[in-house]
């Protein structure tokens, strides 16, 4: 069975490859989205009990193991429905590259956002509701590309980070809508940025391409030594005016 973490090499433009890598991140987050919406069902059936029994109850000691459950429990329908648009978006986009990294980062920003909203919110509030895991899918996907020096990522996040710009309000002390966890949308936040760096890539990088060897130089003509340069011309050069001349006083013994 093929790995689910894919590298960011050439071979994850492979149509074949990516089309399966999305098949396996849409079957991932219909199963998430089913999940919440039966759990919601069961909530609405309980007249929200669970939410009341599971959610996170601001600095109680008791409430801290309700940090896993809390994020998939929703005070009513419109709550669950604004969350499922942008859980579903954002979760798909950070389930493509890899379920395994998925299952790592959900936890981490489960954590991260309801431990904040534990610290943070007013006391004897409850908190529930998936807008903090949201929170932290976005950031994940917005900053994974950079980290992994992958195009198409990067060009994803830079889209997604300028189309959902104005979600960085609801994390910001004061900004919030009165009844929305600043806490747990920030802590969501920081901790799907801090996913993109704990889950990135770690397979070895493209070799560089080798130089080519470069062309011997020419070797160089040999110069002329002292005793050639100084040679009488008739000596090398029959043509010469005086050579009669020469051969004549050589012929006297001269």
Avoid: C
Wanted: glycine fraction near 10%; avoid cysteine; charge should be positive.
């Amino acid at each position: 069975m093929a790995s689910d973490d894919r590298s960011t090499t050439a071979s994850t433009l492979d149509p074949a490859q990516m089309i399966a890598d999305a098949r396996r991140a849409l079957f991932t987050m219909v199963g998430v989205l089913a999940a919440v919406w039966l759990i919601q069902l069961v909530n609405w059936m309980d007249d929200y009990d669970l939410g009341r029994q599971f959610g996170v109850k601001s600095q109680e000691l008791g409430s801290l193991p309700n940090i896993v459950t809390a994020p998939f429990l929703h005070w009513n329908w419109a709550h669950l429905e604004a969350n499922s648009g942008p859980l579903f978006v954002f979760g798909f986009l950070a389930a493509y590259r890899g379920v395994k990294k998925f299952l790592g980062l959900t936890l981490l920003v489960v954590l991260t956002s309801e431990l904040t909203a534990w610290a943070f919110d007013p006391p004897n509030s409850i908190g529930a509701g998936a807008s903090g895991v949201v929170f932290g899918y976005f950031g994940y996907v917005v900053l994974r590309g950079i980290i992994d020096r992958n195009l198409v990522d990067t060009l994803i996040g830079v889209v997604l980070g300028a189309s959902f710009a104005y979600m960085v309000s609801g994390a910001v002390p004061g900004v919030a809508p009165h009844g929305i966890s600043w806490a747990a949308h920030l802590g969501g936040l920081v901790g799907g940025l801090a996913g993109a760096w704990i889950f990135r890539n770690r397979g070895p990088r493209p070799a560089a391409t080798p130089k080519a060897p470069k062309a011997p130089k020419p070797a160089k003509a040999a110069k002329p030594t002292k005793t050639d340069a100084k040679a009488p011309q008739s000596a090398t050069n029959p043509n010469s005016p005086n050579a009669d001349l020469l051969k004549q006083l050589d012929d006297l013994g001269l």
